[in-house]
Every structure is written in structure tokens, then in C-alpha cells.
């Protein structure tokens, strides 16, 4: 059971990015799933989460706007569109399950290996 | 926002011995009327995702060794390594699901004296 990230890589200020993230092995439908960031030898910071059906989403302030989080149900799939991209954007993207099924606010009990996004002229 | 704070930033401790994690939060994070706190601990290894320890505060995840235990309520928790190996060299972070935004504390790093 994991979730396998991609999408990520270098890009310049004001570009953009899609992340993907895949669920193998268990149906993602039933659980609401996040985005959460770490920029190099930083702590962790929460950036979206979007519910189980897909009809809800949250986002930092600093992403709003600029970010947005979607999901296919159907192709065990959850996204990341990231536009307008910057220097302080540069972090590994980690996709994250809630533990809880049909939980919004929950813990984060699945972690995908990673994907580095770094954004430099 | 609800701001975490974890104490100390780093820690060395001898294998076998004891080592406290202390996390505070700017708010209570006590959801009242079913009684939980919406707290976490993960562990973090070098190269490696987080890894969730304990949810609910105080339960473990499945697999995770019963030295690690949390502790706390309200605005005050506490992650506990009862004896100390050498594969807990990590840096362990809380985190608030109380409200969004989420957040964590800072981190601390958890070192062999």
C-alpha cells in the first residue's frame, strides 16, 4: 500500500507545475488527502487537503489562489496544480492520506516518498 | 493560526534512558464533546517521509513499539520514549488537526549522548 508522487522539478519564478499523486493497492476515494511541503532542512507545513469526494478544499494563504488541489476517483489519482511559482515554493511536495476514512481533520497516517519541486532562475 | 511549539530543539540522550518531547500549542486543540485532542507525532528519519507515531495524543499506530507513548490535553502534550534505541535517531515533530490551517511544531532532533 503506498502513494507515488511525480510531477515535480525545476522551473523559474512565475512558472508552473502539476503534481500527481497514485494510490496503489488500496481505493483513495474514501479518504480526504493533503498536500503537505518541506523546504530543504525545514520542518514540515501543510499546504491543501481536499475531501474524500472532492467537493471540499483548503488551502494555506500563501497558496491561495496560486494552488490548486483536485482528484480523480475513478483513476485513484489526486493533483496538485501550481501556478505563478516561487523561489519560496522550493520544497519536497509529499502527497498524505488521513487516517481516517470520510475524515477531513485527521491525522496523517500514509506518506508518499516525495516529489522535489525547486523554482530558481 | 494555531502555532506549535516544540521543546527542546535538539536532544541527546544515552541508549537505554529516557527521552521526553515536549510540544505546546497556542490554542487548546480539546475537541469538548467527544473528548479528543486533535494531536499527532510522527518521526522522521534522514532521506525518509514522516512516519506517524501516535494520534489522538495519546494512540499508538499499529506496528509502532510501546516504548513510544503520548501523553497531554488541551494546550500541553508530551511524546515519551521509554528507553531509547538506536534506530530513534530522528527528528520528531507534532502536529495540530484541530483546525485548518494545520500545523506543526518545529521539530526536534533526537540524537545518541
Known amino acids: 500500500v503506498q502513494l507515488l508522487e511525480s510531477g515535480g522539478g525545476l522551473v523559474q519564478p512565475g512558472g508552473s507545475l502539476r503534481l500527481s499523486c497514485v494510490a496503489s493497492?488500496?481505493?483513495?476515494?474514501?479518504?480526504?488527502m493533503s498536500w503537505v511541503r518541506q523546504a530543504p532542512g525545514k520542518g514540515l507545513e501543510w499546504v491543501s487537503t481536499?475531501?474524500?469526494?472532492?467537493?471540499?478544499?483548503y488551502y494555506r494563504d500563501s497558496v491561495k489562489g496560486r494552488f490548486t488541489i483536485s482528484r480523480d476517483n475513478s483513476e485513484n489519482t489526486v493533483f496538485q496544480q501550481m501556478n505563478s511559482l516561487r523561489i519560496d515554493d522550493t520544497a519536497v511536495y509529499y502527497c498524505?492520506?488521513?487516517?481516517?476514512?470520510?475524515?477531513?481533520?485527521?491525522?496523517?497516517?500514509?506518506w508518499g516518498q516525495g516529489t522535489l519541486v525547486a523554482v530558481s532562475s | 493560526d494555531i502555532v506549535m511549539t516544540q521543546s527542546p530543539d535538539s536532544l541527546a540522550v544515552s541508549l537505554g534512558e529516557r527521552a521526553t518531547i515536549n510540544c505546546k500549542s497556542s490554542q487548546s486543540v480539546l475537541y469538548r464533546s467527544i473528548n479528543k485532542n486533535y494531536l499527532a507525532w510522527y518521526q522522521q528519519k534522514p532521506g525518509q517521509p514522516p512516519k506517524l507515531l501516535i494520534y489522538w495524543a495519546s494512540t499508538r499506530e499499529s506496528g509502532v513499539p510501546d516504548r513510544f507513548s503520548g501523553s497531554g490535553s488541551g494546550t500541553n502534550f508530551t511524546l515519551t520514549i521509554s528507553s531509547l534505541q538506536a534506530e530513534d535517531v530522528a527528528v520528531y515533530y507534532c502536529h495540530q488537526y484541530y483546525s485548518s490551517p494545520d500545523t506543526f511544531g518545529q521539530g526536534t532532533k533526537l540524537e545518541i549522548k
Open positions: 481536499i475531501s474524500d469526494s472532492g467537493n471540499s478544499a
Open positions: 493497492r488500496f481505493r483513495m476515494s474514501s479518504y480526504a
Open positions: 498524505v492520506q488521513a487516517r481516517g476514512s470520510g475524515e477531513l481533520f485527521d491525522a496523517f497516517d500514509m
